[in-house]
């Protein structure tokens, strides 16, 4: 049994998990504390985890392990019971192999409305989360969200209590709002955590242009996961009604759905659509934020932070956002973009016409020193990491 050290603890390497894991490995290693990764085995063949067992990271190790077969009978059909058992297993097995003073995860929501009933599946180990989903004060901090008033008194029922399991030393939100909304209450300390994008260059826009082959005209890009929630499906339906539309690039991997609806409706548009699907890699990211002029966030059923939202600030473009969840409550202010109350044709036509009137600047400069968009300024690397290692000190 060598040194003890902190545990990273996260089961799921795909979207945006890993490079939560990859980021918080990077700042305790630059804070000189020993890490180990904890995962399931079926990610040995992620980068991140080929790079940790190369030892590309100093003093920072992987161990990966099957995931409890059993963990899903009984009231583990129950998803947050199950990741419960899922996670007490990989702790367990793990600090069979190595101390652990310390554990981080990531992804908290996984099984947070179990820990009032189950406990903490670490035991009495210390350990800090990240809250990505918990949505059920919004109707109480002016987030324009669906109200469900029975679920969401219990769920913050269960928050209040999740907050004093034991171990549990400090929850981070995503959701600047849930801080407020909690305030000083006994427990576990609750703070804000500035969800990061990655550190990127911008280009010119010449030169990004060049290197995707667009033309001058103006050009709207549709970023991330492309499926029906992010509002496609009426943004195309607009478009293809309307003379002198911009050119739309749609990049990132569509899911079935999409794909097969996608390349018959692209047909439509005038002009022709870039479809990028696939994974983009971080260069090629930062040549469609530098290209386009608009960065369109209509998304349907989505109350939740974006990513996308926070690159379009960092590269200084303007958005066409829905006025519904955080994505809503950031840009009220206008500093940012049209706000859309819904996504008709006629809601999404006025705002790219009051982008074409006086299309803004999203940038701090331009938002006044109270407005909601100058937080965005804090979503960087350099902030997470500086967030965990008080979180953890």
């Known amino acids: 049994m060598s040194d003890s050290c902190l545990f990273i603890i996260e089961p799921d390497f795909t979207g945006h998990r890993w490079r939560y894991v990859e980021w918080a490995l990077q700042a305790f290693a630059e804070a000189g504390r020993r890490c180990v990764v904890v995962t399931d085995q079926a990610n040995l063949a992620h980068p ?56 981080l995860v990531p992804y908290a929501d996984y099984f947070l409305w179990a820990l009032p009933l189950l406990g903490s599946p670490l035991g009495a180990t210390p350990w800090v989360g990240i809250t990505m989903r918990a949505g059920f004060h919004h109707h109480r901090v002016g987030v324009r969200a669906p109200r469900h008033p029975l679920t969401n008194a219990l769920k913050a029922l269960l928050f209040r209590r999740a907050l004093s399991a034991p171990g549990l030393k400090t929850m981070l939100s995503i959701d600047p709002t849930l801080p407020g909304w909690y305030g000083n209450r006994a427990g576990a300390t609750l703070a804000y955590l500035a969800d990061p994008s990655p550190d990127m260059t911008p280009a010119t826009q010449a ?21 029906a929630r992010k509002g496609i499906r009426e943004l195309v339906a607009a478009l293809a009604a309307r003379p002198g539309a ?66 379009a600030y960092r590269f200084g473009k303007p958005v066409l956002a829905t006025a519904d969840g955080l994505i809503g409550w950031f840009c009220r202010g206008r500093d940012l973009g049209p706000v859309m109350d819904d996504l008709s044709a006629a809601a999404i036509g006025r705002a790219l016409d009051q982008l074409a009137q006086a299309p803004p600047a999203a940038t701090a400069a331009a938002a006044g020193a109270d407005s909601r968009a100058q937080l965005l300024a804090r979503h960087t690397v350099t902030e997470f990491k500086m967030t965990l290692r008080r979180a953890a000190a």
């Not at 242009?209 to 005209?217: F, P, V």
């Open 48 to 103: 991140l985890a080929q790079a940790l067992q190369a030892g590309s990271s100093p003093g920072c190790t992987l161990i990966a392990m099957p995931l409890p077969a059993d963990a899903g009978r009984g009231a583990g059909r129950i998803a947050y019971v199950r990741y419960w058992r899922i996670f007490r297993h990989l702790f367990r097995q793990a600090a069979a192999a190595q101390r652990c003073e310390q554990v």
């Open 207 to 227: 030169a990004a242009r060049a290197r995707l082959a667009l033309d001058d005209g103006p050009v709207l890009l549709v970023y991330g996961a492309i499926t």
């Open 246 to 311: 911009p050119r739309v690039v749609v990049a990132g991997v569509q899911d079935d759905e999409t794909r097969a609806w996608l390349g018959e409706a692209a047909a439509s548009l005038s002009p022709a659509p870039l479809l990028l699907d696939r994974f983009i890699p971080e260069a090629q990211e930062a040549d469609l934020f530098s290209a386009c002029d608009a960065v369109w966030l209509g998304y349907k059923s989505h109350y939740g932070m974006s990513g996308v939202l926070v690159q």
